[in-house]
């Protein structure tokens, strides 16, 4: 009986051998290939001729935000600078769903009736189409309500810096280190933006009890009217605050200057080392001859 069931299984497996054999010996090898062939040079050309709409596509595109008077319709630079980066990201995002679907026909895959039913759709929003969805509208918004532009000085969170793309999904700060952060839209809930106001910076010049504070007065609102024609981005003559204590409970004489976003620490700088050499030159006694510009 032992024997009676090896040969059954030999003649199983000799059948499933020949069946196999005789499969592969009926396949049309050369139709095979030559099937393969094309679709993969069909894949070929589909890349290149993507990317070559990508490359000309990118080039309309910065013709076209070059233009003088597109700028101007847009409210400015950094306006303009804004959308030219959006709409880019626009166009790159749409390409690259059309090579997908592209690429999705060509091996055979039937988009159509994937996209056509429901459970597409779950799929979908498993794999985290909610976030990119919320990214977007807070995008939109971002971009609607003027909240920032491409070239603004920005905090969001923990993170400072010039904003250097607006996406989609993703806001690019750059920061001061050279440091490029991807924001996510959906996580920016308040944003800081130091480029839409002129901005204030104390000049503190330090002093001791003795010093003549009339003096430095005259000192100072003299310098004024040729600081103003000469100090990049001073909006007008500094004010004077006067005697005060800085954070660190020193004695300072301290002058306000009002300047444009962005140059309020070098004006800074420039304006304390006029305030000193003018008091050096008068000799007027201060606090080892010294003083300390803070912005805020």
């Known amino acids: 009986r032992n024997n009676f069931m090896e040969l059954l299984a030999s003649t199983s497996l000799t059948n499933q051998a020949s069946q196999i054999s005789h499969y592969f010996s009926t396949l049309n090898w050369d139709a095979i290939v030559k099937n393969l062939g094309d679709r993969i040079l069909s894949i070929l050309l589909a890349f290149v001729i993507f990317g070559a ?20 319709v847009l409210g400015g630079t950094h306006r303009a600078a804004t959308f030219h980066a959006l709409t880019l990201n626009i166009f790159r995002y749409t ?6 679907y592209a690429l999705l026909s060509l091996i055979g895959v039937p988009v159509g009736t994937l996209l056509a039913g429901a459970g597409i759709f779950s799929i979908a929003l498993g794999l985290g189409a909610q976030g990119f969805v919320s990214d977007v509208v807070n995008g939109f918004f971002i971009l609607l309500e003027q909240q920032i532009d491409v070239g603004d000085v920005v905090q969001i969170g923990t993170t400072k810096g010039t904003v250097a793309a607006i996406g989609l999904r993703t806001t690019q700060v750059l920061s001061a280190d050279g440091t490029l952060t991807y924001i996510q839209n959906r996580n920016i ?22 010093t003549p504070l009339d003096q430095v007065e005259a000192i100072v609102k003299k310098a004024g009217p040729s600081l103003l024609k000469e100090v990049d ?35 800074a700088a420039t304006c304390l080392a006029t305030y000193l050499k003018d008091l050096n ?14 912005g805020h």
């Open 189 to 210: 809930t308040m944003v800081q933006n130091f480029s839409r106001h002129n901005l204030t910076a104390n000049v503190d010049i330090q002093i001791t009890p003795t």
């Open 233 to 267: 981005g001073l909006i007008k003559e500094p004010d004077v605050t006067g005697p005060t204590t800085d954070q660190m409970g020193r004695l300072v004489f301290r002058v306000v200057i009002t300047t444009r976003s962005g140059t309020q620490g070098s004006a």
């Open 281 to 294: 030159d008068a000799e007027v006694p201060l606090d080892n001859e010294w003083g300390h510009p803070h």
């Open 95 to 100: 390409c690259y769903f059309f090579l997908l």
């Open 53 to 72: 709409i990508l490359w000309v596509g990118k080039l309309i595109i910065d013709a076209a935000f070059h233009q003088t008077r597109r700028i101007q």
